[in-house]
């Protein structure tokens, strides 16, 4: 099995969609861009066979019994919500985390196949699981997304540093993304807990992994460690964490 098939599904996720007019508000186009991709995405997973592993990997991620994945049954509950900013997100963090499985079984079986005799002078040979520099922008790409929607709306203020001091468009996203979360209620409601958790752990998974891990803390180190430590000393109640775990 090869991760490209994975990494060809991340970059049409994450790839710029068309311009869309009709509408004079950018939270909305941006909304209409993210549901553009998704949609895209979807459509190309049902009528491309190159991306069949793609569905067996979802198979897999919901009959996984390692603890570290028990979270993994809110992403497939996330994709029938109306928050496209939420089912993008959890799109991103599916994939990212089908990647990792995907890794970690190349990694496996190239450990176990007999090793080629090579001459004294040859250089070693490339591990199968090195990104291409293509393959690097997507899935840092993903990960972004991942971390402006789906852990940075879901940080009480003044834990972290918010989007809209980051960057010109970090206003807008923020924008969008609070004004989605004004439908739940606060912060301290238990469905931002949940989805907080839901990123965090997966974040956290994906690290573990020797390719990925580099790329995951060394842009995203400062809003998982915010999240983790608002998780750890904000009230949490007990029958949310039941429900999340």
């Known amino acids: 099995m090869s991760f490209a098939s994975i990494t060809d599904a991340l970059k049409i996720l994450v790839s710029p969609a068309e311009p869309l007019g009709g509408s004079a508000d950018p939270s909305n186009a941006l909304s209409a861009s993210l549901k553009t991709n998704l949609d895209r995405l979807n459509s190309q997973l049902k009528e491309d066979p190159r991306f069949d592993d793609v569905w067996r990997l979802e198979d897999r991620l919901k009959s996984e019994g390692s603890e570290a994945f028990r979270f993994s049954?809110?992403?497939?509950?996330?994709?029938?919500?109306?928050?496209?900013?939420?089912?993008?997100?959890?799109?991103?963090?599916?994939?990212?985390?089908g990647l990792k499985l995907t890794m970690e079984d190349i990694r496996t079986s190239w450990k176990q196949a007999p090793s080629l005799r090579r001459t004294p002078l040859a250089a070693p040979s490339l591990p199968p699981d090195v990104l291409s520099v293509g393959q690097q922008q997507t899935v840092r790409a993903a990960l972004q997304f991942v971390s402006a929607l789906g852990i940075c709306p879901y940080l009480l203020s003044g834990v972290g540093v918010?989007?809209?001091?980051?960057?010109?468009?970090?206003?807008?996203?923020?924008?969008?993304?609070?004004?989605?979360?004004?439908?739940?209620?606060?912060?301290?409601?238990?469905?931002?807990?949940?989805?907080?958790?839901?990123?965090?752990?997966?974040?956290?998974?994906?690290?573990?992994?020797?390719?990925?891990?580099?790329?995951?803390?060394?842009?995203?180190?400062?809003?998982?460690?915010?999240?983790?430590?608002?998780?750890?000393?904000?009230?949490?109640?007990?029958?949310?964490?039941?429900?999340?775990?």
């Open 162 to 245: 918010p989007w809209s001091s980051r960057s010109g468009f970090g206003p807008l996203l923020q924008k969008m993304t609070t004004a989605n979360a004004a439908t739940w209620g606060t912060c301290d409601s238990s469905i931002c807990k949940s989805r907080l958790v839901v990123c965090c752990s997966g974040m956290l998974v994906i690290s573990e992994d020797p390719s990925l891990g580099s790329l995951v803390l060394a842009r995203h180190l400062g809003d998982l460690l915010a999240a983790l430590i608002q998780l750890c000393y904000s009230p949490i109640k007990a029958s949310w964490r039941s429900a999340i775990l």
């Open 73 to 97: 049954k809110h992403l497939f509950v996330a994709h029938e919500c109306d928050d496209v900013t939420w089912r993008f997100a959890t799109k991103c963090l599916h994939l990212l985390l």
